[in-house]
């Protein structure tokens, strides 16, 4: 199986796919959480990661993003340990922005202070409402009160610290969003991002949408809300860095800057999508799977790390060699096209404030981005969805809404 | 064959009370087909015709059975085709009617009684599928004494598994009498169907009536008095197997050059050249095509490949008419002529399977007959074409009289369905106790629409339902205009009845704002008759489309998501500035209940 070749990596996410109980709306990968499966996991996701430091070279990890899944209910210790040997195994500069998932369902003060000691320096809070109505709804298991609560907590311990918000939920009214806007506000988070519902297959809302039970606000509505919504963080002082992100100055994600900006990254775990800059690679979704191919003796992660004392040891034998017969498949490995990386690039780049520079196209692609897309880039114009700067194009605030539309312009045939 | 020897009959049954199944067994039974990885249902051959189990080309097979010949003309089982199926049923002396056991008589089973005995066929009554835990032949056989059919002469079988195929064939022979002996007439022989093969061009299927034919005859066709050469005469079994000669009761094929399906037509008579017969068969008409609609390639560059198919659909089907047709919205298509709206659906489903085409197709239309204020006359079948409302004086429209047949307890529903379709009473009569036909007048235009399948539904598929042309009469009809972004697309211009203009234009604007996507502009939907707007609704301007989230994972799964929607595009006909997706232009068609 080709594999990818990473040069100049400088983020690495890792994927912790538990879950105490699953969303209704969320597609991500997870399971039921129990310790022994994260004991298993963490030999695993070692294994992996050993694996993976073969294949960079000239890497430096600038940012290290743990999300989930619900990383929160993983014991401080093991996230540690994590990081420990992610700085052992890669050169990591000293001011790395090290992320963490938390929800504030499975989150205290204790195991907060402990993240921060075991190396974590950034948390992203998985609010999404202070309405225990709709929290309710959305399968979420904390209240308006918790959330309040563990926002101060995060905000008393952290420096740097994002909270989610969702909106344009069913039969949520303009109101009531502009109430969750406004709690957050109270709090004054560094940095903010902002969700509508989408509905995604293989959810539960996705039946429930399809059967006509869920009735999503009108495109009005949502219009509406996210108008209310740029209005209100930028009289309160956030830059609207991205579509769906907004920071104070300073604060903004600088691991997912580099998704945006269409530089390599490094993954781990089932699910967990990884880029060289041509292909894309993608972890299956499969904690068995991942277990049984990097984990094969059952290992707990104290048996692991003894046995990983003995050099060559048979664990690593047997896991080298299987990862090298490729008896197993263990990931979907997805070569871009020029037009598609082409087109990626263009609308990875127009989803941040600044926009897509010609002379960066350029340098990527050794063609001009202007003539190219002439006709389409006087229409957008001509509709207000782009301006053009300074040898860039960006987005208008109306351009952000139907981003779609003007992204469409830019896939080529 | 002495015709002592011979037996020609068809199957007639209700939609899936296996008519096709009970073939296959007799064909195995009786050794015709030993291959036993025979596809099923080995009469209907298209997969399309499989797969809407219905029949539309008409399929013969010779079965050799104790010294006997029994010819099987398969019929096909549509409105559309009456009169082929017509013209089967002309080439037999006797019909199985094949009755589910479970389900009893129904709708059709009567409509196919009537056509059986019009025709002076022998009936054996088939109680089919006794298997069925379900099954009450007791009941079916009450149901026969009902309708004026013996039970005592039903036999009993279940076709799937075999039962009583014996009993069925003895009955064939014993009762279904022999065919007319006329060996030494002049040839008659009706053809029933015909098939086109690139080789040997067109393949008639026929029965002899009297006389006989063999290769080497020169033949007329009365119809249009052409005349060809045989090259080749021979039967079913179900492959075509070369004879020496067709002879007075049988059945088969004629091959002799034809290379114009045109010129072979269902229901005419082929006799000798040189020993011509008097007279041609009762019964022939030249099939003209009812239902006109345009089909339009979605993409210009396939207009060559679009008349291709065409031309190659028509070599088998006589019935289908087209000629090159142009449209400012659609640009270069063709306007196509369909018996019904079954054919139409038929030849568009193989165009784009057949021929991987994306077509963009307008609603049907009816042949309009316009009279105008300085006496010209015209004929119109493309509502596009319609002359300024200013210059007409008369318009004349096709009506038929439908007849109906269905149970009592639907007869309100079907007579307000009728009537909210323009139609005028004529009859009602009982069948039997609970089985009625309603005999309306009715425009053809309104039929062509969603009629059928309203009053499949409203009857819950009770209903079926007959027309026969009856000729052109005044009516008060105006040309609707569709009005999109102020630009009036041609493709979606319908005639309507005056008194229903308002009402069919705000519903026709209505359900084009659902089909029609929000662009980034407000788009207004107009209709209009003589110039003067009826209705209006706007699509608003798109507000919100961006996929909030993006991330690592993410990025992928964005760029297919963008790049399907970017292929629906694709798939939209670009009218001036606005995006019209296919199905906005048979929208025409449908009657918004709700509007």
Redesign the interface.
């Known amino acids: 199986m080709p594999d990818l070749k990473f040069k100049n990596a400088n983020?690495l996410?890792i994927h912790l796919p538990f879950c105490s109980s699953k969303c209704p709306y969320c597609d991500f990968y997870s399971v039921k959480y129990t310790k022994q499966r994260v004991d298993l996991y963490w030999a695993a996701l070692f294994m992996e990661l050993k694996e993976l430091t073969q294949k960079v070279n000239n890497d430096l990890l600038q940012t290290i993003y743990l999300g989930g899944g619900t990383p929160s209910l993983v014991e401080p210790f093991f996230i540690g340990e994590l990081i420990k040997k992610i700085k052992s195994s890669f050169r990591v500069i000293p001011a790395a922005e090290i992320t963490m998932e938390i929800n504030p369902a499975s989150i205290t003060e204790e195991k907060i202070t402990a993240l921060k000691r075991a190396g974590i320096n950034r948390l992203s809070v998985g609010i999404q409402s202070f309405n225990d109505q709709h929290l309710n709804f959305l399968g979420r298991r904390s209240r308006g009160e918790n959330n309040k609560r563990i926002l101060t907590l995060v905000d008393q311990y952290f420096d740097s610290y994002s909270a989610d918000l969702i909106f344009a939920l069913p039969e949520q009214s303009l109101e009531e969003f502009e109430s969750d806007l406004a709690e957050m506000l109270k709090f004054n988070p560094p940095h903010i991002s902002?969700?509508?519902l989408?509905i995604h297959e293989n959810t539960p809302f996705y039946q429930r949408y399809n059967q006509g039970e869920l009735k999503l606000p009108t495109?009005?509505l949502?219009?509406e809300m996210?108008e209310l919504a740029l209005e209100k963080l930028k009289t309160a002082g956030y830059q609207h860095y991205e579509?769906?992100n907004f920071a104070r100055r300073g604060y903004r994600a600088r691991h997912?800057y580099i998704?945006?900006l269409y530089q390599p990254?490094l993954?781990l775990g089932p699910?967990?999508?990884?880029?060289d800059g041509n292909c894309?690679s993608?972890n299956l979704a499969d904690l068995n799977l991942y277990l049984s191919y990097y984990n094969p003796k059952n290992l707990t992660f104290a048996e692991f790390m003894d046995n990983e004392g003995s050099k060559n040891s048979e664990l690593e034998r047997r896991t080298m060699k299987n990862s090298k017969t490729k008896a197993t498949k263990i990931r979907e490995l997805?070569c871009l096209s020029r037009k598609?990386k082409m087109?990626?690039y263009s609308?990875?780049a127009l989803?941040t404030a600044k926009g897509l520079f010609y002379h960066k196209f350029y340098r990527q692609f050794k063609v001009d981005f202007k003539p190219l897309y002439k006709e389409e880039i006087a229409e957008l114009k001509e509709?207000n969805?782009i301006k053009e700067g300074n040898e860039r194009i960006y987005l208008t605030d109306r351009g952000?809404?139907?981003?779609?539309?003007v992204?469409?312009k830019f896939?080529l045939d | 064959m002495q015709t002592d020897k011979i037996r020609n009959f068809c199957i007639i049954a209700h939609i899936d009370h296996g008519k096709s199944t009970l073939a296959d067994r007799m064909l195995e039974y009786t050794g015709t087909i030993t291959d036993r990885k025979m596809q099923e249902q080995v009469l209907d051959k298209m997969d399309l015709e499989r797969e809407r189990g219905i029949t539309i080309k008409a399929q013969a097979v010779t079965i050799e059975h104790q010294g006997y010949e029994l010819n099987l003309i398969d019929t096909p089982g549509h409105v559309d085709f009456a009169y082929e199926v017509s013209r089967s049923l002309a080439a037999c002396e006797g019909a199985l009617l094949v009755i589910d056991a479970a389900q009893g008589v129904e709708a059709q089973t009567m409509a196919n009684i009537y056509l059986a005995l019009e025709h002076d066929l022998e009936i054996i009554p088939v109680i089919n599928k006794i298997d069925l835990p379900s099954a009450n032949p007791q009941r079916v056989k009450e149901q026969l004494l009902d309708i004026g059919i013996d039970p005592d002469e039903a036999i009993l079988a279940s076709a799937k598994e075999g039962t009583n195929i014996d009993q069925i064939l003895e009955a064939i022979i014993k009762r279904i009498p022999e065919p007319y002996n006329g060996i030494n007439q002049p040839l008659k022989a009706l053809i029933f169907d015909t098939l086109y093969d690139s080789y040997q061009g067109v393949i008639a299927y026929v029965r002899v009536m009297e006389g006989s034919v063999k290769k080497g005859d020169k033949i007329l066709l009365m119809s249009n008095q052409k005349s060809y050469e045989v090259d080749e005469v021979g039967f079913f079994d179900p492959a075509m197997q070369k004879k020496n000669e067709l002879s007075s009761g049988e059945v088969g094929y004629i091959i002799s050059g034809i290379k114009d399906v045109r010129n072979c037509r269902v229901g005419d008579t082929i006799t000798l050249k040189n020993n011509p017969a008097e007279k041609a068969l009762p019964g022939y008409q030249k099939v003209q095509p009812m239902v006109f609609s345009g089909l339009y390639p979605t993409d210009n560059a396939d207009y060559e490949i679009l008349k291709e198919a065409l031309e190659k659909l028509q070599l088998n089907d006589a019935s289908f008419t087209f000629e090159p047709e142009t449209s400012e919205a659609l640009g270069f298509g063709f306007r196509c002529g369909f018996l019904g709206l079954l054919h139409m659906e038929v030849i568009q489903e193989r165009l784009e399977r057949e021929y991987d085409l994306d077509l963009v197709i307008t609603a049907p239309s009816v042949e309009y007959q316009i009279i105008k204020k300085n006496g010209e006359e015209l004929k119109i079948e493309n509502p596009a074409a319609f002359p300024d409302q200013s210059e007409v004086d008369k318009i004349k429209e096709p009506f038929v009289t439908a007849e109906i047949h269905l149970p009592e307890e639907y007869v309100g529903q079907a007579m307000e369905l009728c009537q909210d379709n323009r139609g005028e009473f004529k009859d009602m009569q009982y069948i039997d106790q609970d089985r009625v036909t309603l005999k309306y007048e009715m425009p053809l235009s309104e039929i062509i629409t969603e009629f059928f399948n309203q009053l499949k539904s409203k009857t819950r598929g009770y209903a079926t339902l007959d027309y026969e042309l009856e000729g052109y009469k005044e009516s008060n009809l105006v040309k609707l205009d569709i009005l999109v972004n102020k630009d009036v697309v041609d493709a979606l211009s319908i005639i309507v009845h005056d008194e229903d203009s308002y009402q069919r234009g705000n519903a026709l604007v209505r359900r084009l704002k659902e089909v029609i996507p929000r662009h980034m502009f407000k788009v207004p939907i107009q209709a209009s008759v003589g110039g003067k707007i009826i209705a209006r609704v706007n699509i608003p301007a798109v507000r919100k489309d961006v996929l909030q989230k993006c991330y690592g994972g993410d990025v992928s799964r964005k760029r297919k998501l963008l790049e399907k929607q970017k292929e629906g595009k694709k798939r939209m006909k670009q009218v001036g500035s606005v995006e019209i997706p296919q199905e906005a232009f048979m929208t025409v068609l449908e009657r918004n209940e709700n509007a």
């Open positions: 983020a996410y902002l969700y509508n989408e495109e009005e949502d219009a996210y579509i769906s997912n998704y945006w990254y993954a699910g967990a999508a990884a880029f894309r993608q997805n598609e087109a990626e609308f990875l989803r509709y969805l952000k809404e139907v981003a779609n539309k992204f469409l896939l």
